[in-house]
Antibody
């Protein structure tokens, strides 16, 4: 079965860079059509799509955060890493990674449990 | 960028039908996906490609999409359906993901 799990720091200081790792099992990111995305949710607020990496290493970023985000994959380790630079308190949120399969329009069928990241000095 | 608009809240009595809308410019021209999120939990896909249900999702959940509005319909609502619901599209023109603002479903 497909599982994903996010890991990373729970607390970062303003201006620091956040690095989150999504470790997954049950699928390979070298299989055609597969993608892994990152979505975040500030406390009490809506979901926000951040980034996606495809099996072929193609990448997509939210336009509003594109300058601050980098998504990479390590197929051998079954991991996807998201980095976000210049963190600010408004970036406090639960960050989720999720599996997708590109057949038609993309959606997220399996999600990690999420990891809460607090930005505070 | 593409914008999806959802009502902040919908209330329904147990056993009745809940309808949650998701508005977007010509949203009927793309596929809409719906997620259920209960407090403290990750979102769960309940409808994809407008009206398909993943395995394990009750038949009470259905979806439709036409014109400028997509709708998630929950029939015979149960207390356990109380949750936040989000619509999502993949904007194929820009190849980017978009979520709606979410709707809190309250079961009276």
């Amino acid at each position: 079965q497909i599982t994903l799990k996010e890991s990373g720091p729970t607390l970062v200081k303003p201006t620091q860079t956040l690095t989150l790792t999504c470790t997954f099992s049950g699928f390979s990111l070298s299989t055609g059509g597969v993608g892994v995305g990152w979505i975040r949710q500030p406390p009490g607020k809506a979901l926000e799509w951040l980034a996606l990496i495809y099996w072929n290493d193609d990448k997509r970023y939210s336009p509003s955060l594109k300058s601050r985000l980098t998504i990479t994959k390590d197929t051998s380790k079954n991991q996807v890493v998201l980095t976000m630079t210049n963190m600010d308190p408004v970036d406090t949120a639960t960050y989720y990674c999720a599996h997708s399969f590109v057949a038609g329009t993309l959606h997220f069928d399996y999600w990690g449990q999420g990891t809460l990241v607090t930005v505070s000095s | 960028s593409y914008v999806l608009t959802q009502p902040p809240s919908v209330s329904v009595a147990p056993g009745k039908t809940a309808r949650i809308t998701c508005g977007g410019n010509n949203i009927g021209g793309t596929s809409v996906h719906w997620y259920q999120q209960k407090p403290g939990q990750a979102p769960v896909l309940v409808i994809y490609y407008d009206s398909d249900r993943p395995s394990g999702i009750p038949e009470r959940f259905s979806g439709s999409n036409s014109g400028n509005t997509a709708t998630l319909t929950i029939s015979r609502v149960e207390a356990g359906d109380e949750a936040d619901y989000y619509c999502q599209v993949w904007d194929t023109s820009s190849d980017l993901g978009v979520f709606g603002g979410g709707t809190k479903l309250t079961v009276l």
